[in-house]
Protein backbone atom coordinates (compact mmCIF):
# COMPACT_ATOMS: atom_id res chain seq x y z
CA UNK A 1 0.00 0.00 0.00
CA UNK A 2 1.26 3.41 -0.30
CA UNK A 3 2.98 5.39 2.18
CA UNK A 4 4.57 8.46 2.62
CA UNK A 5 6.46 9.49 5.89
CA UNK A 6 7.43 12.67 6.72
CA UNK A 7 10.60 13.63 8.93
CA UNK A 8 12.78 16.49 9.58
CA UNK A 9 10.29 18.75 11.36
CA UNK A 10 11.12 20.71 14.92
CA UNK A 11 11.37 24.05 16.37
CA UNK A 12 13.65 27.07 14.66
CA UNK A 13 13.91 30.43 15.41
CA UNK A 14 12.98 33.17 13.18
CA UNK A 15 15.53 33.30 10.08
CA UNK A 16 16.83 29.22 9.95
CA UNK A 17 16.25 26.59 8.51
CA UNK A 18 15.10 23.21 8.42
CA UNK A 19 14.90 20.13 5.83
CA UNK A 20 11.86 18.19 5.89
CA UNK A 21 12.30 14.71 3.93
CA UNK A 22 9.16 12.24 2.45
CA UNK A 23 9.82 8.40 2.51
CA UNK A 24 7.54 7.29 -0.25
CA UNK A 25 7.02 3.18 -1.08
CA UNK A 26 3.89 1.11 -1.99
CA UNK A 27 4.11 3.36 -5.64
CA UNK A 28 5.93 3.94 -8.29
CA UNK A 29 7.88 6.97 -7.06
CA UNK A 30 9.89 8.23 -10.15
CA UNK A 31 6.68 8.15 -12.65
CA UNK A 32 4.59 10.55 -9.70
CA UNK A 33 4.63 14.34 -9.39
CA UNK A 34 5.26 15.30 -5.77
CA UNK A 35 4.42 18.06 -3.77
CA UNK A 36 3.93 19.27 0.06
CA UNK A 37 1.16 21.23 1.97
CA UNK A 38 1.32 22.88 4.84
CA UNK A 39 -1.84 23.50 7.80
CA UNK A 40 -1.61 26.11 10.37
CA UNK A 41 -3.38 26.05 13.06
CA UNK A 42 -6.98 27.53 12.48
CA UNK A 43 -6.69 27.43 8.56
CA UNK A 44 -7.28 25.49 5.73
CA UNK A 45 -4.40 23.58 4.32
CA UNK A 46 -2.31 25.25 1.61
CA UNK A 47 -0.40 24.37 -1.34
CA UNK A 48 3.56 25.03 -0.52
CA UNK A 49 5.35 23.49 -3.75
CA UNK A 50 5.30 20.62 -6.97
CA UNK A 51 7.66 19.08 -8.41
CA UNK A 52 7.67 16.58 -11.87
CA UNK A 53 8.33 13.00 -11.80
CA UNK A 54 11.98 13.21 -12.45
CA UNK A 55 12.34 16.95 -10.86
CA UNK A 56 12.82 19.13 -13.83
CA UNK A 57 10.15 21.06 -12.99
CA UNK A 58 8.82 22.67 -9.84
CA UNK A 59 6.43 25.47 -8.84
CA UNK A 60 5.72 26.91 -5.77
CA UNK A 61 3.64 28.54 -3.43
CA UNK A 62 4.20 32.70 -3.89
CA UNK A 63 4.47 32.97 0.27
CA UNK A 64 7.25 30.72 -0.22
CA UNK A 65 9.03 31.72 -3.40
CA UNK A 66 12.59 31.98 -3.04
CA UNK A 67 13.06 30.84 0.77
CA UNK A 68 11.90 26.79 0.26
CA UNK A 69 13.36 24.50 -2.58
CA UNK A 70 11.71 21.22 -3.06
CA UNK A 71 13.84 18.75 -4.65
CA UNK A 72 13.58 14.75 -4.90
CA UNK A 73 16.11 11.88 -5.34
CA UNK A 74 14.36 8.98 -7.18
CA UNK A 75 16.73 6.57 -6.19
CA UNK A 76 16.11 6.59 -2.86
CA UNK A 77 12.16 7.29 -2.98
CA UNK A 78 12.43 10.11 -1.16
CA UNK A 79 10.87 13.89 -1.69
CA UNK A 80 12.48 16.55 -0.03
CA UNK A 81 11.51 20.38 1.27
CA UNK A 82 14.71 22.68 1.96
CA UNK A 83 13.47 25.49 4.12
CA UNK A 84 15.40 28.83 4.20
CA UNK A 85 15.00 32.21 6.03
CA UNK A 86 12.10 30.50 8.12
CA UNK A 87 9.19 33.03 9.27
CA UNK A 88 6.52 32.71 12.19
CA UNK A 89 4.15 32.15 9.81
CA UNK A 90 5.28 29.30 8.61
CA UNK A 91 4.90 27.41 11.37
CA UNK A 92 2.27 24.46 10.36
CA UNK A 93 2.33 20.70 9.93
CA UNK A 94 3.85 20.07 6.39
CA UNK A 95 2.14 17.13 4.73
CA UNK A 96 3.67 15.46 1.36
CA UNK A 97 1.23 14.47 -1.21
CA UNK A 98 0.68 12.19 -4.34
CA UNK A 99 -1.82 11.84 -6.83
CA UNK A 100 -1.71 7.97 -8.13
CA UNK A 101 -3.88 5.62 -9.46
CA UNK A 102 -6.59 7.34 -9.02
CA UNK A 103 -6.12 8.30 -5.60
CA UNK A 104 -4.67 10.76 -3.34
CA UNK A 105 -2.36 10.23 -0.56
CA UNK A 106 -1.17 12.23 2.21
CA UNK A 107 1.73 11.25 4.66
CA UNK A 108 1.29 12.17 8.65
CA UNK A 109 2.62 15.41 8.63
CA UNK A 110 5.88 16.77 10.41
CA UNK A 111 5.06 20.09 12.97
CA UNK A 112 7.49 22.84 11.78
CA UNK A 113 7.33 25.71 14.59
CA UNK A 114 8.85 29.16 14.20
CA UNK A 115 9.72 31.03 17.29
CA UNK A 116 12.16 32.55 19.21
Known amino acids: QVQLVESGGGLVQPGGSLRLSCAAS????????MSWYRQAPGKEREFVAI????????NYADSVKGRFTISRDNAKNTLYLQMDSLKPEDTAIYYC?????????WGQGTQVTVSS
Open 97 to 105: RVYTAGAEY
Open 26 to 33: GFSFSSNR
Open 51 to 58: ISSAGGNT
